[in-house]
Structures are given as structure tokens and as C-alpha cells.
């Protein structure tokens, strides 16, 4: 399975982007889905998941109610709405998948990444 990351860039605080990752390769629509985000010096956290048919989402507690993960199986890309934004939400964010149908919280339970994509936020 590969996964692109894209829609990062440079946002004033309280602004919003919308994060794609398409996904390609053996029954991609088939595996859960996290984005996970890494600041300088900070070690890689989780912000959402979401489930195969996209019937059960988490949140990391610091994006609940701004962040919202969603996913076309048909166009086989889960997307990342990230609103109200805030200067600690500067990040490399990356989406990863899991051959497993359900979410998880960690990085080790995901099996395949895609590259980062930088979203900057200005105070």
C-alpha cells in the first residue's frame, strides 16, 4: 500500500486546511487509516483515525472539536479537515495505514506511511 500526503502550507492561527492522502496499491479501501503529525524535537503523536468503512473515528484529545477525519473509499483518499488552528498545530502531519480494519492510537500499529506534509501556522 503507498500513501501520499498532500494540502499542508502556511496558515494564520484560527485558519484552515483540508489534508489529503490517497492511497494506492493491494485493497488500500480495506485498512484503517491515522494521521499522526511530528513537530521539531517532539517525538510523533496521534491526532485521528478512522475505521475501513469509516464507521468509527478517534481524536487525540487536543483536536476534538476542530479536527475532523473522513474517507472516499471510492476515491480512495482520507482526508484530514483541520480547523481553528493554533500555533502548536505546526507539525509535518503524516497518514498511515494498518492492515487491520479498526483504529489505533499508536504509531507501531500502523505498517505502511507516507510522506509528511508541512503545515505552518502563524501567530
Known amino acids: 500500500v503507498q500513501l501520499q500526503a498532500s494540502g499542508g502550507g502556511l496558515v494564520q492561527a484560527g485558519g484552515s486546511l483540508r489534508l489529503s492522502c490517497a492511497t494506492s496499491?493491494?485493497?488500500?479501501?480495506?485498512?484503517?487509516v491515522g494521521w499522526f503529525r511530528q513537530a521539531p524535537g517532539r517525538e510523533r503523536e496521534f491526532v485521528a483515525a478512522i475505521s475501513r468503512g469509516g464507521g468509527t473515528t478517534d481524536y487525540a484529545d487536543f483536536v476534538k472539536g476542530r479536527f475532523t477525519i473522513s474517507r472516499d473509499n471510492a476515491k480512495n483518499t482520507v482526508y484530514l479537515q483541520v480547523n481553528s488552528l493554533k500555533p502548536e498545530d505546526t507539525a509535518a502531519y503524516y497518514c498511515?495505514?494498518?492492515?487491520?480494519?479498526?483504529?489505533?492510537?499508536?504509531?507501531?500499529?500502523?505498517?505502511?506511511w507516507g510522506q509528511g506534509t508541512l503545515v505552518t501556522v502563524s501567530s
Open positions: 496499491g493491494r485493497s488500500a479501501s480495506n485498512y484503517a
Open positions: 498511515a495505514a494498518r492492515r487491520i480494519i479498526m483504529t489505533a492510537p499508536l504509531p507501531r500499529e500502523y505498517h505502511y
